[in-house]
């Protein structure tokens, strides 16, 4: 039977194969520099880009959430972003700066870089994601559940004409850096959260549809990856399709998800998406400084062991980050419980 716990439980699972998926991306783009791409790698990166749609649209479902319901103090929610978003993403930008660029920022136009989310070609994302919060704070009693509709329409019409009509974005950033070019893919999100119970229940009544929406999804991913046009994550075809195979994904995890028995982890998928690029960076030196790393890239079967391995210290770093933080964060909220109980214990 369906429920939110079980659908959230789903969603959690497609963030972390998203985060997988975005990691595989510029797995792939990196082994350009290093052999000419087969077939395996094109597929691979095309099959990629679901990654950051995926993690777009589930920001807005899960957005939607925390904004819905109880009032929502302005205080705690931009403090909240700025904890768990803004600071990780500076942080991670300067990190880069340094990595890519063997320096450190100083110069007005290197800070500009770093704030811009310009030191590594996976920031943007972020970037953009902290004009969305703003911008879904403000517009939070206007875009509802009721209007959702009516705005989805009007923003289709400024993600289409932001990206095929305008093609430039501001301050010397591409299209890709500011929210026009998301708006839609994310409120996508909001959509079916406010919509969640009659769009799961009817798939699961209707065990047909469900098969169908998953057979569509299949299907538009071959035909992705035998596409000789690139398709990048924000092309309206793309996103569409994205949409139906999470819809039909989060369908067919509802049947299984509890015996998965996945522990949600605030901030794991994010801090992968942020670290992910230093992990594919370094282990590419090592081992092109130790073994001959075109072998590892033709042989197949190889690489992908190449590739998981890359993604499991990924993902143990992330993990480990989410958990400091998340406790440290705990403990500077001025939580006085532990203190209360241990001083019981003294007396």
């Given at each position: 039977?369906?429920?939110?716990k079980?659908?959230?439980?789903?969603?959690?699972?497609?963030?972390?194969?998203?985060?997988?998926?975005?990691?595989?991306?510029?797995?792939?783009?990196?082994?350009?520099?290093?052999?000419?791409?087969?077939?395996?790698?094109?597929?691979?990166?095309?099959?990629s880009?679901?990654?950051?749609?995926?993690?777009?649209?589930?920001?807005?479902?899960?957005?939607?959430?925390?904004?819905?319901?109880?009032?929502?103090?302005?205080?705690?929610?931009?403090?909240?972003?700025?904890k768990y978003?803004?600071?990780?993403?500076?942080?991670?930008?300067?990190?880069?700066?340094?990595?890519?660029?063997?320096?450190?920022?100083?110069?007005?136009?290197?800070?500009?870089?770093v704030?811009?989310?310009?030191?590594?070609?996976?920031?943007?994302?972020i970037?953009m994601?902290?004009?969305?919060y703003?911008?879904?704070?403000?517009?939070?009693?206007?875009?509802?559940?009721?209007?959702?509709?009516?705005?989805?329409?009007?923003?289709?019409?400024?993600?289409?004409?932001y990206?095929n009509?305008?093609a430039?974005?501001?301050?010397?950033?591409?299209?890709?850096?500011?929210?026009?070019?998301?708006?839609?893919?994310?409120?996508?999100?909001?959509?079916?959260?406010?919509?969640?119970?009659?769009?799961?229940?009817?798939?699961?009544?209707?065990?047909?549809?469900?098969?169908?929406?998953?057979?569509?999804?299949?299907?538009?991913?071959?035909?992705?990856?035998?596409?000789?046009?690139?398709?990048?994550?924000n092309?309206?075809?793309?996103?569409?399709?994205?949409?139906?195979?999470?819809?039909?994904?989060a369908?067919?995890?509802?049947?299984?998800?509890?015996?998965?028995?996945?522990?949600?982890?605030?901030?794991?998928?994010?801090?992968?998406?942020?670290?992910?690029?230093?992990?594919?960076i370094?282990?590419?030196?090592?081992m092109?400084?130790?073994?001959?790393?075109?072998?590892?890239?033709?042989n197949?079967?190889?690489?992908?062991?190449?590739l998981?391995?890359?993604?499991?210290?990924?993902?143990v770093?992330?993990?480990?980050?989410?958990?400091?933080?998340?406790?440290?964060?705990?403990?500077?909220?001025?939580?006085?419980?532990?203190k209360?109980?241990?001083s019981?214990?003294?007396?």
């Amino acid at each position: 039977m369906y429920s939110d716990k079980r659908l959230f439980s789903s969603l959690f699972f497609m963030q972390l194969v998203s985060s997988f998926l975005v990691l595989a991306g510029h797995y792939t783009a990196d082994v350009d520099d290093f052999i000419k791409w087969t077939f395996w790698e094109t597929s691979l990166n095309q099959i990629s880009r679901y990654g950051t749609v995926l993690l777009a649209i589930i920001t807005g479902f899960f957005t939607a959430h925390s904004l819905g319901g109880k009032k929502v103090s302005r205080k705690r929610f931009f403090q909240g972003k700025m904890k768990y978003i803004y600071i990780p993403f500076l942080l991670c930008s300067i990190l880069y700066f340094v990595i890519l660029r063997k320096s450190v920022p100083m110069q007005v136009s290197d800070w500009k870089d770093v704030f811009f989310g310009q030191t590594a070609g996976h920031l943007y994302f972020i970037f953009m994601l902290c004009q969305y919060y703003v911008f879904a704070y403000l517009c939070r009693r206007v875009i509802t559940k009721r209007s959702i509709l009516f705005f989805g329409v009007v923003f289709l019409a400024i993600q289409y004409a932001y990206i095929n009509i305008v093609a430039q974005g501001w301050l010397g950033l591409g299209v890709r850096h500011f929210l026009p070019t998301w708006i839609f893919t994310i409120y996508l999100g909001h959509f079916l959260y406010w919509y969640r119970a009659p769009i799961f229940k009817f798939l699961q009544r209707h065990t047909l549809v469900l098969v169908g929406l998953l057979a569509l999804s299949g299907l538009s991913m071959a035909y992705f990856v035998l596409s000789s046009k690139l398709y990048t994550a924000n092309h309206l075809t793309f996103v569409f399709a994205t949409f139906a195979l999470l819809v039909s994904g989060a369908g067919v995890l509802n049947y299984v998800i509890d015996k998965l028995q996945l522990r949600f982890q605030k901030g794991l998928t994010f801090y992968i998406y942020l670290l992910h690029p230093a992990f594919i960076i370094y282990a590419n030196k090592f081992m092109n400084s130790n073994f001959t790393i075109e072998r590892i890239f033709h042989n197949k079967p190889m690489s992908a062991l190449y590739l998981l391995g890359i993604y499991g210290a990924t993902f143990v770093a992330s993990l480990l980050c989410a958990m400091l933080v998340n406790r440290g964060l705990n403990w500077s909220s001025g939580d006085q419980r532990p203190k209360q109980k241990q001083s019981a214990n003294n007396a």
